[in-house]
């Protein structure tokens, strides 16, 4: 497994636990707002910060889409 892949896993999980979605809830809003190309757009910065900051911005990066 590459390691984008893997880190796109890992911020998967941490969302969808912090957010006590059903892997299906959190897939939908993935795919609806692009949330996995993104993060491999920003692999290189963000698979260096924490779990609580990557939920942060994955949440920061869905409302700006929203509003898009």
């Not at 059903?22 to 993935?30: D, K």
């Amino acid at each position: 497994m590459s390691k984008t892949l893997e880190f796109k896993a890992f911020c998967f999980e941490a969302y969808r636990a912090d957010k006590k979605l059903t892997g299906r809830e959190a897939m939908l809003i993935f795919k609806k707002y692009g949330v996995l190309d993104y993060l491999g757009t920003c692999y290189d910065v963000l698979h260096t910060t924490g779990r609580e900051y990557i939920v942060e911005d994955i949440d920061i990066f869905i409302e700006a889409r929203k509003g898009a």
